[in-house]
């Protein structure tokens, strides 16, 4: 994995390896023994803990919270899935001791924010345990996959493809009987995470074609197709629709037919493996404080095994809180995230991919400077 810091993140990181919990004795990315459920947490953790913001991790969240609390059962975690937007804004406002989002903050608004629930001078951090790739579904009957390239998909959610047996598609899907029926298109109404890695994807692979800014908020000057709430929201229009195809992270893809993308001469099918390897071939933005973990992802991969539309969600909170008891219940519930066992969690519940051994010692380097 291709990840860039240097000085005081770097030497933290080598003191504090042999004490980090859930943190790989070596460089390779071999699973370690899991841990229990919630075993960093203090003896007697007690209170309330309340997070906002991805939809996209929801499932994973559920899985996260019910086992944090089965093994602290004094401590309530609530989390509100109302967008990564949503739940930036609800951070940044005092509203809750953490953020779940499918982008960090930029480095911009950074300067701008005041952090209500943080100390005052506090920096915050910005945690990635979170790598699940984004499905094009789409509700066609009869089709189950289809193969895209770049162009293509920029081009329907564009509105310049419109009809399913445009040649198009068509010629990427020999022997596929496509109908002659409509597009619709199906993009997010609220500001979101998903959406901006998919538009990112979109401007980074087939810039002739996507021209618009790249945003949480989906381009306003597009008419096409319709917009619906949250992630579910999306799942639900392209499920219920004819002729539908929408974005949504891949736990929801559920029975909905799929896009294999277009990487080199291979068309990817969605996976937790091929989105990691996305991941690994990415760098740490340059620029950023020592425990602020935000990534470039590398869209353009040529990979083979790597499938480029893949979003990196992060739980962001204070460095210093100015209320200490909820550091306390927030460290413990991102060193449970994080582990090996809250890895394979989500996993399970949620089909993303573990974070690597490398990742996970700089994760639990910064879970260490939450006070």
């Given amino acids: 994995m291709n990840i860039k810091r240097a000085g005081s993140f770097t030497a933290l990181l080598a003191a504090g390896a042999l004490v980090l919990t859930g943190c790989a004795t070596n460089e390779s990315d071999e699973p370690t023994t899991p841990a229990e459920p919630g075993a960093e947490a203090p003896a007697g953790l007690s209170g309330t803990l ?63 924010i005041t952090f209500e629930a943080c100390a005052p001078d506090s920096g915050i951090v910005q945690l990635p345990v979170y790598i699940s790739p984004i499905a094009v579904i789409f509700n066609v009957d009869g089709i189950e996959s289809l193969n895209m390239d770049a162009d293509t998909i920029a081009g329907i959610f564009a509105g310049e493809i419109t009809n399913w047996n445009d040649e198009a598609i068509a010629s990427q899907n020999e022997g596929v009987d496509l109908p002659d029926l409509r597009i619709t298109p199906v993009n997010r109404s609220d500001s979101s995470g998903t959406t901006e890695n998919f538009v990112d994807y979109l401007a980074q692979a087939a810039p002739s074609v996507w021209t618009f800014d790249v945003s949480g908020d989906w381009p306003t000057e597009l008419a096409a197709g319709e917009a619906a709430q949250g992630t579910s929201g999306v799942v639900d229009a392209v499920t219920n629709g004819t002729g539908t195809i929408g974005y949504a992270d891949a736990s929801r893809a559920g029975g909905l037919g799929q896009v294999s993308v277009l990487v080199g001469d291979t068309y990817v099918p969605f996976s937790p493996e091929a989105a990691a390897a996305v991941v690994d071939d990415s760098e740490l933005q340059e620029g950023r404080a020592d425990f602020d973990l935000t990534f470039d992802l590398n869209r353009n991969t040529a990979d083979s095994g790597a499938y480029p539309i893949v979003l990196v969600a992060y739980l962001i909170t204070c ?35 573990p974070i690597s051994a490398t990742l996970s010692g700089q994760v639990n380097a910064a879970i260490d400077v939450i006070s």
């Fill in 50 to 112: 309340v997070g906002a913001g991805a939809s996209s991790i929801g499932a994973a969240m559920e899985g996260w919270i019910a086992e944090f609390q089965t093994a602290n059962p004094d401590v309530t975690v609530n989390y509100d899935p109302s967008g990564s937007g949503a739940g930036r804004e609800t951070f940044a406002g005092g509203g809750s001791a953490f953020a779940g989002s499918d982008r960090a903050f930029r480095t911009t608004e950074l300067e701008e």
């Fill in 319 to 353: 460095e210093t809180f100015a209320d200490s008891a909820q550091a306390e219940l927030t460290q413990a519930f991102l060193r449970y995230v994080a582990s090996d066992a809250g890895q394979a969690n989500a996993a399970e519940n949620a089909g993303s991919a």
